[in-house]
């Protein structure tokens, strides 16, 4: 189901309705807690690009450090060395600001603190509440046992804190070889909770990381270093997905063997993003990326914030699709018709209107004057008089979509067939006449004749046409190369629930179709990045890198009304009713709504 979004007033007081996160802050601030402050992290792993479920989380941390007047920090949560490289964090900076959201201070960094944590390390060992053991990762990961089997305790578990500790700094200075030994907290190898039973905390890496180079070869954990990087950093709250939640029992007993000045930071968890036809694993996006099954991170079809940046996607409509959705205890999936439902809702605002034709056909007027140039005036923005006029060359050659003629036409076909009237955007009424044919019959050239007194798209005669077509002036015509993009999973790529599925076996391999288009004049001034809508084919936008070939970001019919129709329709049939479709009206109307930060 589509989680529902909430309300939420501008001193963080709660509104009609907050989600449970906020409820919990507001309940927090009249307690005194944290002494009324709010700090919040978003702490990635630069170990791959951002995607959309990234967007979520970070809608969420910077919105409650903002609903709030608290604070948002950028951490990296840097302590794998094997898998991390600048590249990832200039990138996540980078998308961090398209996406609108400014951290707290500069980005921090889990490395700052290596010496604080290995001090921290050392102390537990002292307490007698970690040890070295010598055993493998495939032992350990052995004994660890499963629920309802009991643990089996390490052998060396019980070696005096003397002899750990001396270990433990061999461990640093490199007397042992990668994976001879780790140090181990010292839990409970029979909690129901197998976070608790004995996790490892350091392990030895001869890699060079991403900021400390060879300064370290013993790196700590997630678990060691998340829940105190959160402490060092004076956290509030630790705003965490459902996958984490049976690590907080560890998050806190290891926040509870420090000695801090103040309350510790909390871990909370909410539901994460699942989209339709989606993936949102970071592993599984390096597989598509390494196999060459898309042309890297920023391809246009992946759900990464580079792929959606360069496909044209605004990030006021990423904002305005995250507060919909809201914050939920509990998994569900959206549709991600709804997330270019409220694409499709931000362009129609802001994108201008151009006419460019992505499957030409030519069309040659016969009554033209022989090469008269006409300028037309064309709105720039139907529904908005203020985005004022443009003039458009109009001559006696043009190119028109390869779909808008018919040689034999279909019953209710309005457009373009021989003795058809139709009219040409702000242009003229034309009718078709006769055709061009190739030696296999394929029609090339529609011969049309056209109305003189129809300049501007009206018979003086107030006779009426059914149709109205887009076109462009061929002499005058740009060149372009446009992408035309359809699912990039024909099924769900993330598996049902306890299982998985290869995306590659679900892959659609037909979901980019690359056209030779022709524009009107006015295209040939597009910057990289703009994004204009094809009158009557969708939002096409600009490649960030060349700006000669559009991608395009949606089309203009709203798929999302489309399938809440269907799902009305088998609601009122009395059938099982599809995912998201709860509320389905209130959900339209917050759509409209939406406003852009």
């Not at 905390?201 to 959160?230: E, K, M, N």
């Amino acid at each position: 189901m589509v989680d529902q979004g909430h309300d939420q007033t501008t001193d963080g007081s709660p509104g009609e309705s907050i989600d449970f996160i906020r409820e919990k802050v507001v309940a927090d601030n009249a307690a005194g807690r944290f002494g009324g402050r709010v700090v919040t992290r978003f702490p990635p792993e630069p170990n791959g690009y951002l995607h959309i479920g990234h967007a979520k989380s970070i809608c969420l941390n910077f919105g409650i450090a903002n609903d709030f007047d608290g604070s948002c920090n950028l951490r990296f949560d840097d302590t794998n060395p094997e898998t991390e490289d600048h590249e990832y964090i200039e990138a996540i900076i980078d998308d961090l600001a398209w996406l609108g959201f400014t951290p707290a201070g500069e980005p921090k960094y889990a490395s700052d603190y290596f010496e604080q944590l290995y001090t921290w390390a050392e102390s537990l060992i002292e307490r007698g509440l970690a040890y070295v053991d010598d055993q493998d990762a495939e032992t350990i990961s052995a004994q660890r046992g499963g629920f309802g089997q009991p643990g089996v305790e390490s052998p060396h578990r019980d070696r005096q804190p003397e002899e750990n500790l001396g270990l433990f700094r061999q461990m640093r200075d490199g007397a042992f070889a990668d994976g001879e030994k780790v140090l181990r907290a010292k839990i409970d190898m029979q909690a129901e909770n197998m976070q608790l039973r004995d996790p490892v905390l350091y392990r030895i890496r001869r890699v060079p990381h991403v900021r400390t180079g060879d300064d370290w070869i013993i790196y700590p954990t997630y678990d060691w270093a998340h829940g105190q990087s959160d402490a060092i950093e004076g956290i509030t709250h630790s705003i965490c997905t459902l996958e984490f939640a049976d690590h907080r029992p560890l998050y806190d007993w290891c926040l509870a063997q420090l000695d801090l000045p103040s309350d510790k930071p909390e871990q909370t968890e909410f539901a994460r993003l699942n989209l339709t036809h989606t993936v949102t694993s970071k592993r599984k996006l390096k597989e598509l990326v390494d196999t060459g099954s898309v042309d890297g991170w920023d391809d246009p079809r992946m759900p990464t914030i580079r792929g959606m940046r360069r496909r044209g996607y605004p990030p006021a409509a990423i904002r305005a699709f995250m507060d919909q959705i809201g914050v939920a205890k509990t998994n569900s999936t959206v549709d991600v018709e709804l997330l270019e439902s409220f694409i499709r809702t931000e362009l129609n605002d802001t994108a201008p209107r151009r006419m460019g034709v992505v499957k030409p056909l030519k069309v040659i007027i016969d009554n033209w004057p022989e090469g008269q140039v006409v300028m037309v005036e064309a709105p720039n923005h139907q529904a908005n008089p203020e985005a004022g006029t443009r003039q458009v060359p109009f001559s006696g050659e043009l190119w028109i979509e390869e779909d808008d003629f018919k040689l034999e036409p279909p019953p209710k076909y309005y457009r373009l067939s021989p003795g058809q009237e139709v009219r040409l955007r702000a242009a003229f009424f034309i009718t078709a006449t006769h055709v061009d044919t190739d030696a296999d019959g394929n029609v090339v050239a529609v011969h049309c004749n056209y109305d003189p007194e129809s300049e501007g798209g009206q018979a003086p005669d107030g006779r009426k046409v059914k149709a109205t077509m887009h076109w462009v002036s061929a002499p005058h015509a740009v060149d372009a190369t446009v992408h035309l993009y359809d699912r990039l999973f024909i099924d769900d790529p993330e598996g049902t629930e306890g299982s998985e599925t290869d995306p590659a076996q679900v892959l659609n391999t037909g979901a980019r179709e690359t056209t030779a288009a022709k524009l009107e004049p006015a295209l040939a001034d597009c910057q990289p990045g703009d994004v204009v809508q094809f009158e009557r084919l969708g939002y096409f936008a600009a490649d960030l890198d060349d700006s000669t070939v559009f991608h395009r970001t949606v089309g203009l019919r709203d798929e999302w009304a489309n399938l809440q129709k269907r799902r009305d329709n088998t609601q009122g049939s009395g059938k099982q009713k599809g995912s998201g479709q709860n509320k389905n009206k209130k959900n339209q109307q917050k759509q409209k709504n939406a406003k852009s930060q």
